[in-house]
């Protein structure tokens, strides 16, 4: 699978499910660079085949409508959409 990581902080297991041509998604990103925080992302729209089968299921654990972004913190929280107030009291 694709996930790539970004080195920061470490808060726990943070997944951001995104797709490479969505603004508010690099938007999510990009804070979350921002604040210095460690956390995986995937472009869901660039995988195929079983991966992005596999990717679907796992998001539609987190967010049945599979829209974007979608960041999951510790297998808990989710947060749907770019919440900047939400994401860095999340992460405070």
């Known amino acids: 699978m694709v996930i790539e990581q970004v080195e920061g902080t470490n808060k726990g297991a ?4 995104a797709l490479s041509t969505c ?3 690099r938007m999510t990103k990009e804070l979350l660079t921002e ?3 460690k956390f995986s992302f995937v472009y869901v729209d660039l995988l195929t085949g079983d991966e992005l089968q596999n990717v679907v299921v ?10 974007f972004p979608t960041l999951v ?12 107030d939400e994401i860095r009291e999340a992460l405070a």
């Open 14 to 17: 943070v997944m951001l499910y």
């Open 35 to 37: 604040l210095g925080v």
């Open 73 to 84: 913190i510790n297998s808990q929280k989710v947060i749907i959409g770019f919440r900047e």
């Open 58 to 67: 796992e998001l539609q654990k987190f967010n049945r409508a599979n829209s």
């Open 23 to 25: 603004g508010w998604c």
